[in-house]
């Protein structure tokens, strides 16, 4: 029997013991026994796979730039999955064309478009070959693949036939079925004479006749003939499946010729950390105060700009210094140092082609400046005028030109929110607007988590509770989504409208405590209107422990994530049982999802913030527990599963012996789930 079914059995019929003996509590390291047995108390079902979390999970990891780290991704499937690798590959697959549409139906940018169809062709392929050897007859990966495409959206993805009498905003996605299939023919996961069968139509397209890369030849090929490189960047665009070992090539080729640019030290480590940062002067060393001198005087006054300066002024110097040329030169401009005509006219220096470059960082600082302005704000006064100078400049040279819509691309979107910022700061104010729609011809959407302003105003606009009710109403949505897929008829609805940014914007702006509560609160609506169905609570549950364990970037803000909420929540969960004991029970239910994936994928251990996962079976029946161990706890060494197993009977022995076979047998190496950290999990779920 279990440690706390003993420790319970003599509290319940003997009742001699008011507490445990010191060195009791020791082995026990204070865990409350009383949490103990509520977490025994809470019964749970084998977790569903369903076709939401998935769905979430590669939202999550493809929803800006691409976080697809192969091993990871494979942990994760491999948890989830539990060996059932013909699922797992044909849901991996629907997964995929379900982003793509979802990016559709959404009017995601043509450029977020492109990078989720190059992930179904150059990707996934290439990533499936991971399972070959691992689905066994008479399964095969082209039954996974026949599988998948028919159940994915035929609105989003129809055949050729149907194309022409659809609009064209998804002539696109009819030819990402056949891509797809042609670069799992070039990565051997189907043979060619397959592909027709599969679509359904006769294919337009072939394998391409350079057969499939591989990246060392590529690496060899462009040392021998440099002329090659830029023929494989054009090609990175090419939907056939070659795109990874071209990216891998280029990567390898990069690192051989700048094998210092990734040094801390380097110019381009340094100018993307600091090129858009003002510094002050008394920061800057005797070198540095010449030149941002000499520039000031050679833009402001009329030396100009002279050899002697060019001469002193490296390039790489320059662009570091520009921001706080522009600080420097803006604040003098307050001060009725220099005058605004003044400004103006020296800013059109740097619309030389020389120059230009060194706008990337000067109009990225300009964006951070225009955030931190309130009405009033005499700054104002001087950053539209001088920002009107670089944006719509009066005339420029052909090349000028070129460079300048070059380096707009670049800035645009920061720039254009800042300006929205600003308009809506300085609401009497009418030149920002011309400056917005300057802009608006260089926009391209940059991908990362942050969501858009247009985004952020119609969560925050959702009726009742603005930002938590449109959270609340996308699970909801993705609930009824799986209900269809269950009762069959998913295979030909749309994947509901999900962004994985939304979750982010909750964590970062209402907090991770009070996000958690919105997905708490969804299981216990589903758990209060499921009239004794488990369906529904299943489904919410795995859309929610997805969400929590779903990866996100490497920040060092300090801010607390969905985990460690739940994790605090978790210990407390004895306290929280005595008021709610419905909540507290779905944070059990939760947390020991979560620590599955976070154990069996290796992400925790005998360090401090780490864990153990225990069976305990005893008189309440089989439950799972998670028991918090830091350092010098039960867990040590990487272990990060352990197995207790009992009889069934009543214990023998007095107390004190059946504490010190259970520290006997704790010890023991035969009870260790694997013997490391990593391995798969053996509790219950």
């Known amino acids: 029997m279990q440690l706390a079914g003993t420790l319970n059995y003599w509290q319940k019929h003997y009742q001699f013991l008011d ?19 509520f977490q025994e108390s809470v019964m749970d079902n084998e977790p569903v796979n369903t076709r939401a979390g998935l769905y979430i999970y590669l939202n999550a990891l493809l929803c800006e730039r691409p976080l697809f780290d192969d091993m990871a991704v494979m942990n994760h499937l491999n948890i989830r999955y539990k060996g059932n690798v013909p699922n797992l590959v044909t849901d991996l697959i629907l997964a995929s064309f379900d982003l793509l549409a979802n990016a559709m139906y959404r009017t995601e940018p043509a450029q977020s478009v492109t990078i989720l169809r190059s992930f179904l062709v150059n990707k996934l392929p290439a990533f499936l070959n991971n399972y070959t050897a691992v689905i066994f007859p008479p399964l095969t990966i082209e039954t996974c693949i026949s599988q998948a495409l028919l159940r994915i959206d035929p609105a989003a993805f129809p055949s050729f036939s149907q194309m022409f009498d659809l609009l064209g905003k998804n002539g696109v996605l009819s030819e990402a079925r056949q891509e797809f299939l042609f670069a799992c023919a070039l990565h051997q996961l189907i043979p060619e004479g397959s592909i027709e069968g599969l679509l359904g139509d006769v294919p337009m397209q072939s394998l391409p006749a350079s057969g499939r890369y591989v990246k060392n030849d590529l690496v060899a090929r462009c040392t ?9 960047i054009a090609e990175l665009e090419n939907m056939e499946g070659n795109a990874g070992e071209i990216a891998g090539a280029l990567i390898e080729i990069i690192t051989t010729l700048y094998l210092g640019i990734l040094n801390s030290t380097s110019f381009t480590s340094r100018y993307f950390r600091l090129a858009c940062q003002s510094r002050p002067v008394d920061q800057l060393t005797a070198h540095e105060n010449d030149l941002l001198g000499g520039w000031i005087r050679g833009l402001f006054e009329t030396e100009g700009i ?5 001469s002193m002024c490296k390039p790489a110097e320059f ?55 309130k009405d009033p704000s005499p700054v104002i006064d001087t ?9 719509k400049p009066p005339s420029m040279s052909s090349d000028s030109a070129a460079m300048h ?24 104010r009418a030149d920002i607007g011309p400056l917005l729609d300057a802009l608006k011809q260089h926009m391209q959407k940059h991908r990362h988590a942050a969501a858009a302003f247009s985004e952020l105003e119609t969560w925050a606009t959702t009726p009742r509770l603005g930002l938590q009710s449109a959270l609340s109403n996308s699970i909801h949505s993705l609930i009824l989504w799986c209900l269809a897929e269950s009762s069959g008829s998913a295979g030909t609805s749309s994947p509901p409208n999900y962004t994985h940014r939304l979750l982010r914007s909750a964590v970062t702006l209402l907090g991770a405590k009070a996000t958690l509560k919105v997905l708490i609160d969804e299981v216990l609506a589903q758990i209060d209107n499921g009239n004794g169905n488990d369906q529904d609570v299943d489904i ?44 507290a029970r779905v944070v059990v239910r939760l947390q020991r999802r979560v620590e599955n994936y976070l154990f069996a994928g290796g992400q925790a251990g005998g360090g401090p913030g780490g864990g153990m996962e225990m069976e305990i079976q005893g008189e309440g029946g089989v439950g799972e527990m998670v028991l918090g161990s830091g350092e010098g706890g039960i867990v040590g060494g990487g272990v990060g599963d352990m197995v207790l197993s009992g009889g069934e009977g009543m214990p023998e022995g007095d107390i004190d012996d059946v504490l010190k076979r259970t520290e006997e047998r704790m010890r023991s190496g035969d009870f260790l789930g694997g013997g490391g950290a990593g391995e798969g999990v053996f509790g219950m779920g």
């Open 306 to 310: 002279n050899d002697d300066l060019m």
């Open 224 to 232: 021998a003939n440099p002329a090659r490189i830029e023929e494989l």
């Open 319 to 373: 662009h570091l210094l520009v921001a706080t040329l522009f600080d420097q030169s803006i604040k003098a401009c307050q001060a009725r140092v220099l005058a605004l005509e003044t400004l103006t006219g020296g800013f059109e220096y740097l619309l030389e082609p020389f120059l230009l470059p060194s706008l990337t960082a000067s109009l990225t600082w300009y964006a951070h400046k225009l955030w931190e302005t």
């Open 405 to 428: 819509s070059a380096v707009l691309a670049i800035v645009a979107e920061p720039l254009d929110e800042a300006l929205i910022h600003a308009q809506r700061v300085h609401k009497l």
């Open 540 to 583: 919410v549950l795995d859309i929610v422990v997805t969400m929590t364990v779903a990866p996100n970037p490497t920040s060092s803000s300090g801010r607390l994530s969905l985990r460690d909420v739940l994790r605090a929540d978790f210990e407390d969960v004895n306290e929280l049982s005595k008021t709610d004991a419905g909540r």
């Open 383 to 391: 950053l539209v005028p001088a920002l009107s100078t670089l944006l």
């Open 19 to 37: 507490e445990l003996p010191a060195e009791s509590m020791d082995l026990l390291g204070g865990v409350d026994l009383g949490a103990l047995s």
